[in-house]
């Protein structure tokens, strides 16, 4: 091919042409450093997971509710919505300063945020503690996003498939032992009156046990970060030179006159002259190209469908079965969630790289979101069978069927995380592009609980309005579906 013929290619041809792709090796995956990220993202899933099944009883045991079963739903949708309203106003800084500052602060500071977070959420006797622990656990952790900017720096396009197949790994983890932990440490008292029965403290807080195992690995997970990590961003800035640097354009801002007119014109210059260096992290509005934004939409609306079946299934599973839910208490629903995380982690594991090599990462994320709408379908059959059989095999059966077909949907952020990279301007705005990107997402998880949450409340309150909540997952669900009809069909690349 010539070169003319060479720089007309269509710019949404693929890096490996498919006929190249089996002939063409995969750069070993860097295991040393790939295993410290995924031990340190271990403690977000393990924490988030651990409190899920006693958050319905938590915020009974609070008095908010005030006896009002159909209020319980709003309260936890407003829980868990709080987390992301904090996580939204941070986490574009958190994963900007990694550009500048590298990967490792940031990720040292956000297990620290979690451990102690989760340590005041297990103290909080009132709804306004657990709101505002819930808050600093989101303000003060920007790890998630910073974790896939970190695997991008050390991956490449041969190897990133596989890496972040394993990134389930700490999500099956954290999936499996967070509910067993928050289900039967929770309430020890009570469980095991043998052992805790005569503990004063364990009495008043009841959820401390289940929150202090959580926090503990944590604080492990930090020492084994600040020991094994390597910086992966190769030209940093100090924390101080930064402050320094954002003072003085705020003096310039107010005092524009008190440079000289060549400083100003210097100053310019080698802002745009930064802006044109692959080495150098561009401003916000160099991002927003139309690759980010289509990209930005598409994890948008991923996010806002799953994280809105995601907060149903533990409240549909806690809700009364004359209520349209299935009636089952913490430990069960730990048990349940604990069995889910391991075939989901697993799943992707196994299948996830080779699947993406089959049909690609567009196909991939279309599947499983096309496979959301059965599984929202399976919410009122399930209580359906169980006001008419009980909860026996056939309940189980279909709530095993619901559980596998939401296990491709999850399968859609490592297939958008894929996209972060080539829609990214240039190499060294990796870690602004996906923060950027996480920020939108996390305003997408404030909408997701919080209003799902008021319609399941919604529709416990009246059974004519019973599918009410469905309905409204199932346009999330288009939304999603018709957002990722502007994806290319092949995964964009970077000219530089």
């Known amino acids: 091919m010539s070169p003319h013929q060479s720089d007309q290619e269509d710019e949404e041809s693929p890096l490996l042409r498919p006929e190249r792709q089996h002939t063409v090796g995969k750069t070993p995956l860097p295991w040393h450093q790939l295993s410290v990220v995924l031990f340190s993202q271990l403690t977000e899933p393990l924490a988030s997971q651990a409190i899920a099944p006693f958050v319905p009883q938590l915020i009974r045991d609070v008095g908010v509710t005030h006896g009002d079963e159909s209020r319980v739903g709003y309260f936890v949708g407003i829980l868990s919505s709080v987390f992301y309203v904090a996580q939204a106003l941070t986490t574009l800084h958190w994963n900007s300063l990694s550009d500048h500052i590298g990967r490792k602060p940031v990720i040292l500071t956000g297990l620290f945020g979690i451990s102690m977070s989760i340590f005041l959420f297990g103290l909080s006797e009132t709804f306004g503690g657990l709101v505002l622990s819930r808050a600093l656990w989101g ?255 056939t309940v189980w059966f279909a709530v095993g069927l619901q559980l596998a077909m939401y296990i491709p949907l999850n399968m859609g952020y490592a297939c958008m995380a894929m996209y972060v990279p080539v829609a990214s301007p240039n190499r060294a705005s990796v870690g602004a592009t996906n923060g950027l990107a996480q920020t939108v997402v996390a305003c997408a998880r404030i909408i997701g609980p919080a209003s799902t949450m008021s319609m399941f409340s919604f529709s416990v309150k009246d059974p004519s309005n019973a599918w009410t909540v469905y309905y409204f997952m199932m346009a999330l669900a288009l939304c999603a579906m018709g957002a990722s009809c502007l994806l290319p069909r092949q995964m964009w690349t970077r000219s530089n």
């Not at 067993?180 to 401390?208: E, V």
């Not at 930064?274 to 150098?280: E, I, L």
């Not at 349209?324 to 349940?336: E, H, K, Q, S, T």
Request: hydrophobic share 45%.
């Open 139 to 393: 303000a003060l952790n920007g790890n998630s996003g910073v974790t896939k900017s970190t695997i991008m720096d050390i991956t490449d396009p041969t190897n990133r498939a596989q890496a972040f197949g394993l990134l389930s790994l700490p999500w099956m983890t954290g999936n499996a032992i967070g509910p067993l932990i928050g289900g039967s440490l929770s309430r020890p008292a009570d469980r095991f009156p043998g052992l805790f029965g005569q503990s004063t403290f364990l009495k008043t807080y009841p959820y401390f046990l289940a929150c202090a195992g959580p926090a503990l690995f944590a604080a492990l997970a930090w020492l084994v970060t600040y020991m094994l990590l390597q910086e992966t961003v190769s030209t940093t800035t100090s924390l101080w030179s930064l402050i320094q640097n954002r003072c003085r354009n705020i003096y310039v801002f107010i005092f524009p006159k008190s440079l000289p007119m060549t400083a100003d014109r210097s100053h310019s210059d080698n802002t745009i002259q930064d802006s044109r260096d692959d080495s150098k992290p561009l401003p916000l509005r160099a991002l927003l190209t139309s690759r980010v934004l289509i990209m930005i939409l598409n994890y948008a609306t991923l996010a806002l469908f799953e994280i809105a079946l995601r907060s149903t299934i533990p409240v549909f599973y806690a809700t009364p079965v004359d209520l349209g839910g299935l009636g089952l208490d913490p430990p069960r629903i730990g048990n349940i969630l604990s069995v889910s995380g391991i075939i989901n982690g697993l799943f992707q594991v196994f299948f996830f790289a080779s699947l993406h090599d089959r049909f690609g990462t567009k196909m991939l994320l279309t599947y499983g979101i096309a496979l959301g709408v059965p599984t929202i379908i399976a919410f009122p059959i399930i209580n359906a069978l169980c006001l008419t059989y009980g909860t026996g095999v």
